[in-house]
């Protein structure tokens, strides 16, 4: 079949370099990139290994590996006739064997002719240990932990030179990203000073000298002439010198979503625009490079307090069923004690509303999840996103903190105010609300203080983020200013533009900054004493 390819598709896969860094917009199309390199390294490899990097297993199952497959399925390569995961392809098939056959299959991708994948996952430990890959897959790299992998995976692309490598892409790289928005997720964006950009344009020169080389070619055998023997010696000597420098290039290259504006529409990045906080957009969207505020309102916030927690039995339990993987609960949790109250907060908005959900365990505050909901969309749909992700949870029952911000106002929606309709919401939807009323909103100062001290591990409580489920809170946590002593809260107070959306600014912040008040100064028991179990 034919496939249409992108101008960052193409020039990825022409180039065709042994090592690729691509840093690209939301809907940029590197879904395809992956399922083409890996159908390549797959097919000209047999019975190679490929390990697959990400940062937790969560983000491999839902967005990695489905993006990637549904490619294959689209070109032909089937589930269970072409490639299968997580089991061992019976004998019967008479499929292919791997170079050196794995003891277990529960993690592997297995193509047919005995190439396979092995499935890293950075929280799930052990899955990169005493192995030897031939290509390594890191998708989504901002969220991979840099000094894991150089100690545990990169140092594991190595061997099987005797089987592969004849080949110049053995041994290659593909490692995709949208833009970092942290010091620590940017470590792959260091690869740029060693792309050799002379090196780049002569390969791309040579392709399509390579190109015009071959139309001649055909030219002359739809007219019956002959062809020069010179012109196949010199197709032979191009195709030889692209290998050896495709051998010894990094292509590192940035690219914004605009560049697939043909696949994605006009409509589409202006629903972007509008949906997604300005940082999100700029980074995840545009691939600008944006500085986090170092010296902040949470300047005691540091990269320890970010955790991944994945249920691997409960998604173990789906054996690789991406339909119902793409089905997010608390269910692939494993932060939530599913027996205790979830404590929750909110920040108030005509056109956002947050809400910041919650759960003390030992001398943490677990911030398990955020939720936020825009324009047409209220506090009734924020607490149904919140009730359908938490169905699961049994103990239903919400430990509700609100400040004098959630009395006496409703933005002329009804009669009630939001803390009322809040309450509401949740009893019609079976849960018990206890609501927590922690007074008029604290001082900026005292609540910067208190907020850094319980970072610093100098309070009852320290706020732990669960990194895969509050993407976006973080942006908001971690680029919140400092102005004249208290959060900068400037931009709140501006009429919005197209530059600066109500979205990006310090909204969700706000919503934590109530949750750890709560829990902090407020602390709510069930019978007495919080018995949360551990994970």
């Known amino acids: 079949m034919k496939q249409y390819l992108n101008d960052p598709q193409q020039e990825i896969m022409f180039t065709s370099a042994k090592d690729n860094v691509v840093v690209g917009g939301r809907g940029i199309g590197k879904g395809l990139i992956h399922a083409a390199w890996n ?45 299968v995961v997580g089991i061992k392809p019976p004998k019967s098939w008479g499929w292919g064997k791997p170079i050196f056959e794995p003891d277990n299959y529960e993690n592997i991708i297995s193509f047919y002719n005995g190439s396979i994948g092995y499935i890293i996952s950075q929280d799930r430990t052990g899955t ?20 894991q992998l150089k100690d545990e995976t990169l140092p594991a692309n190595r061997g099987n030179k005797q089987y592969f490598g004849n080949h110049f892409f053995h041994h290659g790289m593909l490692i995709t ?14 690869y740029k000073k060693k792309c050799d950009p002379e090196l780049v344009k002569t390969i791309q020169g040579c392709v399509f000298e390579v190109w015009k080389t071959k139309q001649r070619i055909r030219e002359l055998q739809v007219q019956g002439q002959p062809v020069p023997d010179y012109l196949h010696s010199y197709l032979r000597t191009l195709s030889r010198d692209l290998c050896r420098m495709r051998a010894v290039c990094l292509l590192y290259k940035e690219y914004s979503s605009i560049w697939n504006m043909q696949v994605l529409g006009e409509a589409w990045v202006n629903q972007m625009k509008r949906d997604l906080p300005p940082l999100t957009f700029q980074t995840a969207i545009l691939c600008k490079r944006i500085g986090i505020t170092l010296d902040g309102f949470y300047s005691s916030m540091r ?21 119902r993987l793409q089905d997010e609960s608390c269910l692939m ?45 209220k506090l009734p749909e924020l607490v ?26 409703n933005y002329a929606v009804n009669k009630e105010d939001f803390a009322y309709v809040i309450e509401h919401e949740f009893e019609q939807r079976g849960w018990m609300v206890t609501p927590v009323y922690v007074g008029h909103p604290m001082a900026h100062m005292e609540k910067y203080l208190l907020i850094n001290r319980m970072f610093e591990h100098r309070s009852n409580l320290t706020p732990m983020f669960n990194e895969q489920n509050n993407e976006d809170l973080l942006i908001s946590v971690q680029s919140a200013g400092v102005y004249n002593g208290k959060k900068d ?12 959306k109500l979205e990006g600014r310090t909204d969700g912040s706000d919503a934590f900054d109530t949750l750890c008040i709560g829990c902090e100064k407020f602390p709510q ?3 007495g004493v919080w018995v949360p179990s551990s994970f």
């Open 39 to 83: 159908l390549r390294n797959f097919q000209r490899m047999p019975g190679s290994i490929t390990g697959f990097v990400g940062a937790n297993c969560k983000r491999v199952l839902t967005n990695t590996l489905p993006s990637m497959l549904i490619h294959w399925e689209n070109w032909g390569y089937r589930r269970g006739v072409h490639w």
């Open 128 to 147: 990169s240990n005493s192995h030897s890959y031939d290509a390594l897959d890191i998708d989504e790299a901002k969220f991979i932990n840099f000094e």
């Open 177 to 190: 990203s949208d833009m970092p928005v942290t010091k620590k997720g940017s470590w792959f964006m260091e």
């Open 303 to 323: 990269p320890h307090h970010k955790y991944s927690a994945t249920n691997f039995t409960y998604v173990d339990s789906l054996e690789y069923k991406f339909d």
């Open 333 to 377: 949790d494993a932060d939530v004690d599913s027996n205790a109250p979830l404590c929750i907060a909110f920040d108030y908005n005509a056109n956002i509303n947050w809400m910041i959900v919650g759960q003390p365990h030992d001398r943490d505050l677990r911030v398990l999840k955020s939720f936020y909901v825009k324009y047409e969309r």
């Open 384 to 409: 149904d996103d919140f009730c359908k992700y938490y169905r699961h949870h049994k103990d239903k029952e919400v430990i509700f903190y609100y400040d004098s911000t959630a009395l006496g106002s």
């Open 489 to 500: 809260k400037r931009g709140e107070k501006l009429a919005e533009t197209e530059d600066n």
């Open 525 to 527: 028991t069930a019978f």
